[in-house]
């Protein structure tokens, strides 16, 4: 398997809260959220994604065949231990994070899709097939409207914004609201999971939401469309397209969106068949 990979910081002088990488046989990218530094955890974002997708690589790198609900489950748990005895990591505003898994094994591409992120299944003769778990996006229409609708920077979008925070604490890896890596591992089995024939596969594409701007919700480009600019492009070409799009709508007027700019990555995988 050959992966081709691009990630940007939301701003160059930010850390990234994104993650990917790969092994010979997998593919692994998260999408860290939470607030930054919090009196929960003094660790942050960033420290969160790297130090699961550090522990993801090491249970994909062992090649057991157990299921990536279990090695993502292993994965949380050993996180949560990494700083269960300095952080109140059972909080809401612990560090969280999405995650996309893909693995190779034998004839067969598995998948593993927590939250927000996308996998783009580039099949070789028809449309791409998209797996994003939409529990994420509908919690978040429900409750963000009101943030979005406001002009950035104003009292009404800061009061909006505290009542949605408010509203994750409440629903985050509960059943009436979303799931998310945190400190739960339970979480694990929330996921979407899947296979496909390898054979069927021209390319697999994991996104983060701010990398898949461009579809959703710029609009400027459908699935499809992504799926053959990935052929014909590097990811950083995308990337870049979305960062022109965010900077033409710098104050949010055209696409009303809760961040103005967000981190973006790719992780592009092809020649699955070895």
């Not at 279990?70 to 300095?86: F, K, P, Q, S, Y």
């Not at 003769?125 to 963000?144: K, Y």
């Not at 021209?202 to 052929?231: H, N, Q, Y």
Request: hydrophobic content about 45%.
């Amino acid at each position: 398997m050959q992966v081709t990979m691009a990630t940007s910081p939301s701003r160059p002088e930010g850390p990234n809260e994104d993650f990917t990488a790969a092994l010979p046989h997998a593919a692994v990218l998260l999408d860290g959220a939470g607030i930054p530094v919090n009196d929960s955890c003094a660790h942050g974002v960033a420290w969160y994604t790297r130090r699961l997708g550090a522990a993801l690589l090491a249970g994909l790198a062992a090649d057991d065949h157990q299921e990536l609900t279990a090695i993502l489950a292993a994965a949380i748990g050993e996180v949560r231990d990494l700083h269960a005895d300095t952080c109140d990591v059972d909080s809401p505003d612990s560090p969280s994070a999405t995650v996309v898994l893909l693995r190779l094994d034998g004839g067969r591409a598995d998948y593993l899709v927590l939250a927000d992120s996308v996998l783009l299944l580039d099949t070789a003769d028809g449309e791409p097939v998209v797996i994003c778990d939409e529990r994420n996006a509908t919690f978040a229409a429900q409750h963000r409207a009101a943030m979005i609708a406001a002009s950035h920077g104003t009292p009404e979008q800061h009061r909006a914004h505290l009542a949605y925070i408010e509203a994750v604490r409440v629903h985050r890896n509960r059943p009436d609201g979303f799931w998310v890596a945190a400190a739960e591992p339970r979480a694990a089995y929330e996921a979407l999971t899947g296979s496909v024939s390898v054979g069927d596969l021209r390319a697999v594409a994991l996104l983060s939401d701010g990398a898949a701007r461009l579809v959703t919700p710029f609009a400027l480009i459908d699935w499809a469309g992504l799926a053959e600019l990935l052929r014909q492009e590097h990811p950083a070409e995308i990337v870049t397209a979305v960062r022109a799009a965010e900077h033409y709508d710098r104050d949010g007027q055209r696409w009303p969106r809760a961040k103005l700019r967000d981190d973006a990555t790719i992780a592009y995988c092809t020649r699955l068949g070895g």
